[in-house]
């Protein structure tokens, strides 16, 4: 069994904040891949499903992103998971918009979602980093994150949202490597 956790703030006003991106990862493989209804738990948003062969617990949590580690690992803690079977969706600052990598522990490069979940958790679990752009300049960094994506952008980030659900089996076998792969040529297309 496997948990993923989608980072983002909860409530509408967020939705479509740059900074949420991981609950939208979350929201297309629920949907793509049949999950089972939502469940309140975990100071959370849990849905049940599978990947491929694989059992997926999807978690959104409802702590907000400083908070995000306890929701993590109170999750963790109920199902006797290591952090090497958790695997993180977030926003990533220092990557082109749009483009998706998976890295395993490391820093948390100023990510208050990162940094909670390091904190209660430690750095060794998975991360799938999607990249939203750097603004350019350090003033510009929380209104960027904190941002609704542009309309200009909705149909790269509803082509780049699609790929990692298709593509999201690679993830659940732990092939990371094919998983980059396969989404960055569903994305040429």
Known sequence: MQLWVGLGNPGPQYAMHRHNV???ACDVIAELHGFGPVQKKFQGWLQEGRVGGEKVL??????????????VGEALRFYKLEPDALTVFHDELDLAPFK??????GGTAGHNGLRSIDQHLGPDFR???IGIGHPGHKERVTGHVLGNYAKAEIDDLTDMLA?????????????????????????QD
């Not at 999807?58 to 929701?71: D, H, Q, V």
């Not at 998706?100 to 522990?105: A, F, L, P, S, Y």
Request: no cysteine; glycine share 8%; hydrophobic share 45%.
């Open 58 to 71: 999807l978690l959104k949590p409802a702590t907000f992103m400083n908070e995000s580690g306890r929701s």
């Open 100 to 105: 998706v990598k998976v890295k395993r522990g």
């Open 163 to 187: 790929a990692i659900s298709a593509e999201a089996d690679w993830l659940a076998k732990g092939d990371d490597a094919r998983f980059m792969s396969d989404v960055a040529l569903r994305q």
């Open 127 to 129: 991360r799938v980093r």
């Open 22 to 24: 991981g609950f939208m």
